[in-house]
């Protein structure tokens, strides 16, 4: 397995002889507005530029979108990549946003989904605390993770945009995956309330995977982000964690 790191959830796995491209936002350094109802909205969108080509990021068979919030799918992204290509979506809401953007080869995913002979697991994540939930439901909306498993590759678990919760810790216990990937840039709505990962949370998420090595994305790239990649490596070293928890830097990859 490969992954590697592009800008904000935007990643791509090499998986069992597949490309496959999560949460693609491809739009130019600071080309849309910083998203409303979020602190720091005064602060353009991306804050990052991308790391690599766009030919080279839309190279793949696949792509998944664990939700269709604008920066994990963006109109950049439904201009580049190719009309017919295998879009996953986590329910038929989103794959209906997806096809009348012009989009023909689009799967739902259950909760079991079989790929190519990859297995494709879909898995509840949760938004932000229940306050925040009940709060902003509409802006919040529903969102994923995924499994992947293959006999012949480790098991990984991308979270999605999810805070700790009871969802994400019994996923934890039922896939036993090798490598979790984070969305873990502290992300924070008006009201200083958080509606990802940030350190506590992935300390709890280190303390409920003794084996697994963990990925910190989603980092730097979007204008409510409270939590740096300097301040989450300060945090590791102080908690020891170093040598299971990576912060990779834009267009960084791993192989494992």
């Given at each position: 397995?490969?992954?590697?790191?592009i800008r904000n959830a935007t990643v791509k796995i090499n998986y069992a002889g597949k490309k496959i491209?999560?949460?693609?936002?491809?739009?130019?350094?600071?080309?849309?507005?910083?998203?409303?109802?979020?602190?720091?909205?005064?602060?353009?969108?991306?804050?990052?530029?991308?790391?690599?080509?766009?030919?080279?990021?839309?190279?793949?068979?696949?792509?998944?979108?664990?939700?269709?919030?604008?920066?994990?799918?963006?109109?950049?992204?439904?201009?580049?990549?190719?009309?017919?290509?295998?879009?996953?979506?986590?329910?038929?809401?989103?794959?209906?946003?997806?096809?009348?953007?012009?989009?023909?080869?689009?799967?739902?995913?259950?909760?079991?989904?079989?790929?190519?002979?990859?297995?494709?697991?879909?898995?509840?994540?949760?938004?932000?605390?229940?306050?925040?939930?009940?709060?902003?439901k509409e802006l919040l909306g529903e969102v994923s993770g995924i499994v992947f498993k293959h006999p012949?590759?480790?098991?990984?678990?991308?979270?999605?945009?999810?805070?700790?919760?009871?969802?994400?810790?019994?996923?934890?216990?039922?896939?036993?995956?090798?490598?979790?990937?984070?969305?873990?840039?502290?992300?924070?709505?008006?009201?200083?309330?958080?509606?990802?990962?940030?350190?506590?949370?992935?300390?709890?998420?280190?303390?409920?995977?003794?084996?697994?090595?963990?990925?910190?994305?989603?980092?730097?790239?979007?204008?409510?982000?409270?939590?740096?990649?300097?301040?989450?490596?300060?945090?590791?070293?102080?908690?020891?964690?170093?040598?299971?928890?990576?912060?990779?830097?834009?267009?960084?990859?791993y192989t494992f």
């Amino acid at each position: 397995m490969q992954f590697t790191q592009i800008r904000n959830a935007t990643v791509k796995i090499n998986y069992a002889g597949k490309k496959i491209l999560i949460d693609p936002w491809l739009a130019k350094k600071g080309a849309v507005p910083g998203f409303g109802g979020t602190i720091n909205d005064h602060i353009r969108n991306p804050t990052a530029e991308l790391p690599m080509p766009v030919s080279e990021i839309v190279d793949v068979d696949a792509v998944i979108l664990t939700h269709d919030h604008p920066d994990h799918w963006d109109d950049a992204a439904k201009n580049a990549i190719p009309k017919d290509m295998l879009i996953f979506t986590q329910h038929e809401k989103d794959a209906q946003s997806v096809r009348s953007a012009g989009f023909s080869n689009i799967r739902v995913l259950d909760e079991n989904n079989d790929y190519e002979g990859i297995m494709l697991i879909k898995t509840p994540g949760q938004h932000g605390r229940p306050k925040v939930l009940e709060d902003m439901k509409e802006l919040l909306g529903e969102v994923s993770g995924i499994v992947f498993k293959h006999p012949d590759e480790k098991t990984l678990y991308i979270a999605g945009d999810t805070v700790w919760c009871q969802a994400v810790e019994d996923s934890l216990k039922k896939y036993h995956p090798d490598v979790v990937v984070l969305n873990s840039c502290d992300a924070k709505v008006i009201g200083n309330e958080s509606i990802i990962m940030g350190k506590q949370d992935i300390y709890e998420v280190y303390k409920a995977a003794p084996e697994a090595i963990i990925i910190a994305s989603h980092m730097e790239a979007v204008n409510h982000a409270t939590l740096s990649r300097k301040e989450l490596r300060e945090f590791l070293g102080e908690k020891g964690m170093m040598q299971r928890v990576l912060a990779p830097e834009d267009g960084e990859s791993y192989t494992f």
